[in-house]
């Protein structure tokens, strides 16, 4: 009789339950988890560097240079993509970021775990994205803003003034565009590590899609390439943080809207086959 007592004393020391697992439980549960990984801040470091020094070191090497350039590269010279060139290669930072946010889950074999915790898996997908997508918009508008004004002071060192400023035209959509196309990077890259659950995998899509399969278009012949380009979600990616426009491609929203319409397909797909598949 003391046994059976004790342990119904113990079971009503346990804290009560209240209602369903909730979104914003989840949401801190996901901030904690992204942010005590030491890898993550040194991703982010990484994507910091990388867009920031390879934007700085072309800016200043234009401005250095700037007297020994040609008349076709004054003409054709943008200051705004000059300094913002290292997004280019901070999307594959971002990538690797977005992938490993839902396929280390799989390979630490922490997805049991977690969906133990919250087994409402559309909670839980939806809460990992919104979390990656709050971490990665703040790093790549950081890092955009802070490889914009770095890059036109530099390029203010040269003989003439070639910098520009925020209020030229078209020159902050394009800085906020950076922003705006890291996160998009990475939650395509998130979409893809939830399909394939393996993260060399994704990476490899990834790249591929937003980086090899350009190149190869390249080779068509101009109508055609001109007709496919536009459709490309790398195109689409590149164009919001560009002033000026290709004759064949569309404005820079609608060019980057066929980018975030590519991203939303592999996250609905991502998501169908999260809530069937066995974890």
């Not at 909730?22 to 470091?45: D, Q």
């Amino acid at each position: 009789m003391a046994a059976v007592t004790t342990e119904k004393t113990r079971l009503s020391g346990l804290p009560p339950t209240r209602g369903r697992a909730n979104l914003a439980g989840t949401l801190r549960s996901e901030f904690t988890k992204i942010r005590s990984v030491r890898s993550t801040y040194w991703t982010l470091i990484v994507l910091f560097v990388v867009t920031v020094g390879i934007g700085a070191l072309i800016s200043w090497l234009t401005g250095s240079h700037w007297d020994q350039a040609s008349a076709s590269q004054r003409a054709s010279f943008n200051p705004t993509s000059n300094s913002l060139v290292g997004l280019y290669f901070g999307q594959f930072v971002i990538v690797v970021l977005g992938a490993m946010t839902i396929t280390a889950e799989y390979s630490t074999g922490m997805i049991r775990t977690a969906l133990t915790a919250m087994p409402r898996r559309g909670v839980f997908y939806l809460a990992k994205a919104l979390v990656f997508t709050v971490v990665a918009l703040v790093i790549g508008e950081i890092s955009s803003f802070v490889a914009f004004f770095l890059g036109q002071a530099l390029l203010g060192t040269a003989p003439v003034d070639i910098s520009t400023t925020l209020s030229a035209p078209h020159v902050l959509r394009a800085v906020i565009g950076g922003g705006l196309f890291i996160a998009a990077c990475g939650l395509f890259a998130y979409g893809i590590g939830t399909l394939v659950r393996h993260t060399a995998g994704a990476i490899s899509i990834a790249i591929g899609v937003l980086f090899v399969v350009p190149i190869i278009v390249n080779f068509l012949p101009s109508s055609w390439n001109n007709d496919i380009t536009r459709f490309l979600p790398s195109e689409g990616g590149l164009a919001i943080w560009r002033t000026t426009q290709a004759a064949h491609e569309w404005p820079a929203w609608g060019e980057f809207s066929v980018f975030l319409a590519y991203t939303a397909a592999v996250l609905i797909a991502g998501y169908i086959l999260f809530r069937k598949r066995d974890a």
